[in-house]
């Protein structure tokens, strides 16, 4: 049974930092991309950021480069997202999917996605 379980989203205050962890099941974690997305109230799912684990190759949206930093640990099968600098317009659902298509992970039609973890940015 394939598992993604993100961790980490938190309430922090403007300027503070945040680790999120997405850990996989399931698959075989080498061989799948890997992407954080969020969503916030009244808005639609957009992409944060991406790790090809077989090239390690990362993307990231013009919204959070220089802040974000994606990582991946295949030895534990867990994906990190180092989130700096915070800002309230960071406030999201964040979550994580995997599939073995790079494109289909920014073009968020992963075929696997995670429940979410709230992160909070206050001002």
């Known amino acids: 049974e394939v598992q993604l379980v993100e961790s980490g989203g938190d309430l922090v205050q403007a300027g503070g930092s945040l680790r999120l962890s997405c850990a996989a099941s399931?698959?075989?974690?080498?061989?799948?991309?890997i992407g954080w997305f969020r969503q916030a109230p009244g808005k639609e799912r957009e992409g944060v950021s991406c790790?090809?684990?077989?090239?390690?190759?990362?993307y990231y949206a013009d919204s959070v480069q220089g802040r974000f930093t994606i990582s991946s640990d295949n030895a534990k099968n867990t994906v990190y997202l180092q989130m700096n600098s915070l800002k309230p317009e960071d406030t999201a659902v964040y979550y994580c999917?995997?599939?073995?298509?790079?494109?289909?992970?920014?073009?968020?039609?992963?075929?696997?996605w995670g429940q979410g973890t709230q992160v909070t940015v206050s001002s």
């Open positions: 999917a995997a599939d073995p298509s790079v494109v289909e992970v920014t073009g968020l039609s992963a075929q696997y």
């Open positions: 399931g698959f075989t974690f080498e061989d799948y991309a």
């Open positions: 790790i090809d684990n077989a090239d390690d190759s990362t």
